[in-house]
């Protein structure tokens, strides 16, 4: 047998392994590193973070990301550089935090590593009769098992593809498994680029998961505050708390197919972007309206669709136990409005549960890698877009 396929072996069966997750989303504000220990599967798993970090971008490697991100024409040779030199770069992070932490690279049984998504085509939105889903996203995983001498999972959303759903959102396998409690009904709602959220039932039935993508979470506010303030997001909402939204604006961000599609679905800034906002402009006749107003009305954009979302499911009264994650948590007037469009509902984050919610992502792809490693598919039922697979390539180190 193979040394690697041995040591592989070897580490799957200990009674507690580290893994590391890694999470780089759309927001592209850096590498998100979470060293967990991680024991059982299923609905047994146990996972404990170790140590959290994000490690940071350079603008030179952010705009060399964004130069070949959410667009239909871009440079084939620098896509496939990229897909080498992102794995460099996550491996070099990981190298140094676990330096950083104490911890010697051979202590390290797995690496989950997402990537980065690139481009996000889900049939809703390419409209093309002969083709699939479809999702990218690069890094390659032999690249960092070989730098970090770390064997190393990655490319998790083909299998979801392969499987018949659309990549996304892969949060519900974990959610299921680390945050489901008997007797209490939970929505995990994650505010990323892109919002999406997971209903878990109090029954602990997988049949009755419920996942889906729901709009934009701060992809657009993020998009604007960059080409528009020079900053990287609106730090604590603060330049949307001084505007005034703008109704007319509103009404029309609203006008969208995506928001009519049945769930679940998934969706990007492919989509969500600087020209969707630019013709909803144009339509509503709001071009000279100020920033600070255009940033207050995205904020209420954002709020809307996720809080519409979250009716549509559990009706306009709906009573829910709300735990947040992701970069929109942080936003005062984006929580604030969520507050107000949900009333009966209590919010809370994953702090609340334990887990770090700026690290959850991160958290959630150690966990699948576990499933991968020592578990079995979850059966989901007929649930759509959940398929009931195991997820994740493996890359040996030599």
Same mark, same amino acid.
């Given at each position: 047998?193979?040394?690697?396929?041995?040591?592989?072996?070897?580490?799957?069966?200990?009674?507690?392994?580290?893994?590391?997750?890694?999470?780089?989303?759309?927001?592209?504000?850096?590498?998100?590193?979470?060293?967990?220990?991680?024991?059982?599967?299923?609905?047994?798993?146990?996972?404990?973070?170790?140590?959290?970090?994000?490690?940071?971008?350079?603008?030179?490697?952010?705009?060399?990301?964004?130069?070949?991100?959410?667009?239909?024409?871009?440079?084939?040779?620098?896509?496939?550089?990229?897909?080498?030199?992102?794995?460099?770069?996550?491996?070099?992070?990981?190298?140094?935090?676990?330096?950083?932490?104490?911890?010697?690279?051979?202590?390290?049984?797995?690496?989950?590593?997402?990537?980065?998504?690139?481009?996000? *085509?889900?049939?809703?939105?390419?409209?093309?009769?002969?083709?699939?889903?479809?999702?990218?996203?690069?890094?390659?995983?032999?690249?960092?098992?070989?730098?970090?001498?770390?064997?190393?999972?990655?490319?998790?959303?083909?299998?979801?593809?392969?499987?018949?759903?659309?990549?996304?959102?892969?949060?519900?396998?974990?959610?299921?498994?680390?945050?489901?409690?008997?007797?209490?009904?939970?929505?995990?709602?994650?505010?990323?680029?892109?919002?999406?959220?997971?209903?878990?039932?109090?029954?602990?039935?997988?049949?009755?998961?419920?996942?889906?993508?729901?709009? &934009?979470?701060?992809?657009? !506010?993020?998009?604007?505050?960059?080409?528009?303030?020079?900053?990287?997001?609106?730090?604590?909402?603060?330049?949307?708390?001084?505007?005034? !939204?703008?109704?007319?604006?509103?009404?029309?961000?609203?006008?969208?197919?995506?928001?009519?599609?049945?769930?679940?679905?998934?969706?990007?800034?492919?989509?969500?972007?600087?020209?969707?906002?630019?013709? *909803?402009?144009?339509?509503?006749?709001?071009?000279?309206?100020?920033?600070?107003?255009?940033?207050?009305?995205?904020?209420?954009?954002?709020?809307?669709?996720?809080?519409?979302?979250?009716?549509?499911?559990?009706?306009?009264?709906?009573?829910?136990?709300?735990? !947040?994650?992701?970069?929109?948590?942080?936003? &005062?007037?984006?929580?604030?409005?969520?507050?107000?469009?949900? &009333?009966?509902?209590?919010?809370?984050?994953?702090?609340?549960?334990?887990?770090? &919610?700026?690290?959850?992502?991160?958290?959630?792809?150690?966990?699948?890698?576990?499933?991968?490693?020592?578990?079995?598919?979850?059966?989901?039922?007929?649930?759509?877009?959940?398929?009931?697979?195991?997820?994740?390539?493996?890359?040996?180190?030599?």
């Amino acid at each position: 047998m193979n040394i690697q396929i041995q040591n592989l072996y070897t580490k799957a069966q200990k009674e507690q392994r580290l893994i590391i997750g890694l999470m780089s989303g759309t927001s592209m504000d850096g590498l998100d590193i979470a060293l967990c220990a991680v024991s059982g599967s299923g609905a047994e798993t146990v996972i404990k973070i170790l140590e959290f970090k994000t490690g940071g971008y350079t603008d030179d490697f952010r705009a060399k990301i964004k130069a070949i991100f959410s667009k239909k024409q871009v440079d084939l040779e620098l896509v496939c550089l990229m897909n080498e030199h992102i794995a460099n770069i996550h491996a070099d992070l990981i190298n140094q935090a676990l330096a950083e932490w104490g911890y010697k690279n051979e202590e390290i049984d797995f690496i989950a590593s997402h990537g980065q998504t690139i481009f996000h *085509a889900p049939k809703s939105l390419h409209q093309l009769t002969d083709y699939p889903n479809g999702t990218l996203q690069i890094g390659d995983g032999d690249h960092i098992a070989v730098k970090t001498g770390i064997i190393t999972l990655s490319d998790f959303r083909q299998k979801h593809l392969a499987a018949g759903g659309e990549g996304a959102p892969l949060a519900v396998y974990g959610d299921y498994l680390i945050f489901s409690k008997k007797d209490e009904d939970r929505v995990m709602l994650n505010i990323g680029g892109i919002a999406n959220f997971t209903y878990l039932p109090g029954n602990l039935q997988a049949s009755e998961i419920f996942s889906t993508d729901v709009g &934009p979470g701060n992809t657009l !506010m993020d998009q604007f505050m960059q080409q528009y303030y020079d900053q990287f997001y609106d730090k604590d909402g603060e330049v949307a708390k001084s505007g005034n !939204m703008n109704e007319a604006l509103l009404n029309e961000l609203l006008k969208c197919d995506f928001f009519d599609i049945a769930f679940p679905k998934t969706t990007g800034p492919e989509l969500f972007n600087l020209d969707y906002l630019k013709s *909803a402009q144009n339509q509503s006749s709001t071009q000279n309206i100020s920033t600070t107003d255009v940033m207050t009305t995205l904020c209420h954009f954002s709020a809307e669709t996720i809080s519409a979302a979250i009716k549509k499911c559990f009706g306009d009264k709906a009573k829910a136990q709300i735990f !947040m994650s992701g970069g929109g948590m942080h936003n &005062p007037l984006l929580v604030q409005l969520l507050k107000k469009n949900l &009333p009966h509902s209590d919010f809370f984050t994953t702090d609340d549960l334990a887990i770090n &919610p700026d690290a959850k992502e991160a958290v959630l792809f150690a966990v699948l890698a576990n499933e991968t490693l020592c578990g079995q598919p979850i059966d989901f039922g007929n649930r759509q877009g959940v398929p009931s697979i195991c997820m994740g390539k493996i890359s040996l180190p030599a």
